[in-house]
């Protein structure tokens, strides 16, 4: 992050007497360039607090690379009003990734989760999952000091009790959905900027800061986590490539080699160990039930896959795969297409466009797994139209996905809103929109950020 790199560098040059009287090429000393650092950090803090956080969202190994900006500034600012700004946007950071850790894991969507065999399949390429363990004690041993892992180690910031006790209390946590507004698409004027080094503009990235494009679903339960981001279907050049490179939506376990989820093999015959494109999918989801489809106007991917290890015991029935790991039940239902399995871990389908119908369950929801595989049967699928329309059995809620057309998906007749009243809503965290203020609150415990 080149904010913070600037930011320290006149810094140092400004107490430096061999530096601290120079002009630099504009005429300014360090200390009035530090001082307008110091200015566009405490606004890039306020506005990324108040819009939902970074566009990297929950990114495996790019938002810690941002992240530890923050604690630069937490730790050296002489600025008391930046330094209260960086502990508040590390507050709010660890709360939002607090409520998604299961067994030491990050559950919900992520952007840029590269794969392959150095990418996040099952959990443990994740260097902000490796960041939290320093902290929280769970999931897997960071492998390796990297540069994030020191700005962690070498500061004094501690998440609050109430942030620990979200991440380490799955089951006084309970099942709840958080929902919450994300940036990610870039002001229409500037989705077309030439990518290239002899550009002015080459580097930046020019968000629409009244309208992400992205609501951020997680549905949270103590035995899984189920993910996504919505969005529209909307001109592929509008999306912030840092934002729309390598999304990742799907269900994660106890078991952090465990997951299910669904993505395609980058470039057309290319194999699954290839690593990056851009615009994969689009979904729709409520609670524990994903619709997932790959994008018709993307170029960069090819096959759909769907990521299925052999910790779990499969079956398939009437079309529908069933998987069970412990007390946690999935069931994975690709629609009007066939699939053959490439591997131990991945399947394959015969059309690439064939939406997939993900359902996850446990013993504490559904009783046993007979039961959860009768519900999953009983409910209603028809896919033979520009929709797709799914009832879902176990409580009649209905989902219209538009697999033909660029419509926006629906739930009982309502249009997903990508554009709520907040920036984050969960049990455990409140704010409007803008997010000025922040409320958290678990276990009798609160705590106000304001930004």
Same mark, same amino acid.
């Given at each position: 992050m080149r904010l913070a790199t600037v930011w320290a560098a006149t810094w140092i040059l400004s107490r430096d007497p061999?530096?601290? +009287? *120079?002009?630099?090429? +504009?005429? @300014?000393? &360090? @200390?009035?360039?530090?001082?307008?650092?110091?200015?566009?950090?405490?606004?890039w803090i306020r506005e990324h607090g108040q819009r939902g956080l970074l566009v990297e969202v929950a990114a495996p190994g790019y938002s810690a690379d941002t992240l530890q900006c923050l604690y630069q500034f937490r730790d050296l600012a002489r #600025? &008391? %009003?930046?330094?209260?700004?960086? %502990?508040?946007?590390?507050?709010?950071?660890?709360? #939002?990734?607090?409520? %998604?850790?299961?067994g030491g894991s990050r559950g919900g969507s992520?952007?840029?989760? #590269?794969? !392959?065999?150095? !990418?996040d399949w099952n959990g443990h390429a994740d260097v902000c999952s490796m960041m939290a363990w320093y902290y929280f004690g769970e999931g897997g041993r960071p492998r390796g000091t990297l540069a994030p892992h020191l700005a962690l180690l070498t500061s004094d910031y501690r998440p609050p009790r109430l942030l620990a006790a979200l991440a380490l209390e799955p089951e006084r946590r309970g099942s709840f959905a958080y929902v919450s507004r994300r940036p990610g698409m870039t002001m229409p004027d500037k989705s077309h900027v030439p990518r290239t080094g002899d550009t002015p503009d080459y580097g930046n990235t020019w968000l629409d800061r009244d309208f992400g494009g992205i609501l951020r679903y997680t549905y949270v339960t103590p035995d899984y986590i189920v993910g996504s981001s919505m969005v529209p279907n909307v001109d592929i050049n509008r999306w912030a490539k840092i934002s729309d490179q390598n999304r990742w939506s799907g269900i994660i376990f106890r078991d952090p080699e465990a997951r299910i989820f669904a993505q395609c093999r980058v470039g057309k015959g290319a194999d699954t160990d290839d690593r990056r494109g851009a615009s994969e999918h689009w979904t729709l989801q409520d609670q524990g039930t994903l619709i997932w489809q790959k994008l018709r106007e993307t170029k960069d991917y090819g096959a759909t896959t769907i990521y299925l290890p052999p910790q779990f015991a499969v079956s398939v029935e009437d079309g529908v795969i069933f998987a069970r790991l412990d007390s946690a039940f999935a069931a994975i239902r690709p629609v009007g297409s066939k699939w053959t399995r490439q591997d131990p871990r991945w399947l394959v389908l015969a059309d690439e466009f064939a939406p997939i119908i993900f359902e996850a369950g446990s013993v504490r929801e559904h009783g046993t797994?007979?039961? $959860?595989?009768? !519900?999953?049967?009983? /409910? =209603?699928? +028809?896919?033979?139209? %520009?929709?797709?329309?799914?009832?879902?059995? =176990? +409580? !009649? *809620?209905? $989902?219209?996905?538009?697999?033909? /057309?660029? =419509?926006?998906g629906e739930i009982d007749g309502v249009p997903i809103d990508f554009a709520p009243p907040f920036a984050y809503r969960s049990p455990f965290i409140q704010s409007g929109w803008p997010a000025e203020k922040v409320d958290l609150s678990f276990d009798g415990e609160t705590m106000r950020l304001e930004f």
């Open positions: 061999r530096y601290q +009287d *120079r002009q630099l090429a +504009d005429g @300014a000393t &360090p @200390a009035a360039h530090h001082h307008a650092w110091n200015l566009f950090a405490k606004a #600025d &008391p %009003e930046l330094r209260r700004l960086a %502990e508040n946007f590390l507050h709010l950071w660890w709360a #939002d990734n607090a409520m %998604e850790l299961l992520k952007a840029r989760a #590269d794969r !392959g065999p150095t !990418g797994f007979e039961q $959860f595989k009768a !519900g999953v049967l009983q /409910s =209603r699928v +028809d896919g033979s139209g %520009e929709a797709l329309h799914y009832v879902r059995n =176990r +409580d !009649g *809620r209905r $989902f219209t996905f538009y697999q033909g /057309s660029n =419509r926006t």
